[in-house]
């Protein structure tokens, strides 16, 4: 059997939810919009056992043998918001989270991706770290709330971007001489720095021995968000060097990630500088740019069945 848990609307789980079913294979969906209907009791001893239940629907965690996780936060539940924070409807979605994440954590199924191991994406400057460990590249950074160290490392390396520190989302931006005037705000709000590394951007998807790797070219600081940033982006399959491969799916084995998105920069002079490891790739914008049919090699995954 294999659980799915997330969201409907999710593109990605949505995705992988109808390759499954289309091939008949057992699942299981946890709509997280029906967490307050949602019990769980969890039992570890010398096997890891417990009962998953939405309404009349029933599920022996032991039955499961791989679980695809994508949830977002219950507390954001409309019901939940409304109740607010201490209420019983509060209390429960946060209690139901922690158990099925511990259950992730213990369960001899494969997981995609256990949140120990989808943890240092929390921290980029801890990611980057362990990045670097597999012969990448990474940029020369700042993380400060001193607006005089940065006016210091811009001196030393010129045009420079900024991001946010943790695993949020944010917008990657240059630094422009017009954001002067809000630099005194950084006493209240620790701002990553990095050096502009100017080349060409890749995503490789990391889908257990499988690689595919897409080429992306954009007018704009963060090709995420073009339209915002009055760019256009134009994404493409790619073919990388073996080894660069190699790396990529190493640097993800060694992260316990079967299925990762990461981002590379080729330099002019062919140095490839990776920027993160994404624990939990929105792989269907790219795989709507490129046709890889990356939905079905996460289905290849969960139904190949337990592997811790």
Known sequence: MILLWGLPG??????????????????????????????????????VEGLLSVGERTLELAAITAAYLRPHDSRRLPEVQRAGPGSPPWNHVTLLEDILFSWSELTGARVINRPSAMAPNGSKPFQALLIQAFGFRT??????????????????????????ISGVRS???????????????????????????????????VMGDESFAARIVSSADDYRYASRQQGRTHIE????PADVLARCRRMALAMKLPVAGIDLRRTPEGEWYCFEVN?????????????????????????GGASA
């Open 10 to 47: 999710d593109g990605p789980m949505a995705a992988v939810r109808q390759v499954l079913e289309e091939e008949g294979a057992p699942v299981f969906f946890l709509d997280q919009r029906r967490a307050l209907e949602t019990q769980v009791e969890l039992r570890v001893g010398a096997r």
């Open 139 to 164: 940029p020369a950074t700042l993380i400060t709330t001193d607006p005089e160290a940065v006016r210091e490392f811009q001196e030393r390396h010129g045009t420079l971007i900024y991001k946010s």
């Open 171 to 205: 917008i990657v931006s240059r630094l422009k001489p017009e954001h002067a005037g809000r630099m005194e705000r950084l006493r209240w709000c620790p701002t990553q720095f990095q050096q502009h590394v100017p080349g060409e951007d890749y995503r490789v998807h």
């Open 237 to 240: 399959r790619a073919e990388l």
């Open 279 to 303: 624990p939990s790739p929105g792989f269907t914008y790219y795989q709507e740019a490129t046709g890889y049919e990356l939905d079905r090699a996460v289905a290849r995954l969960l139904w």
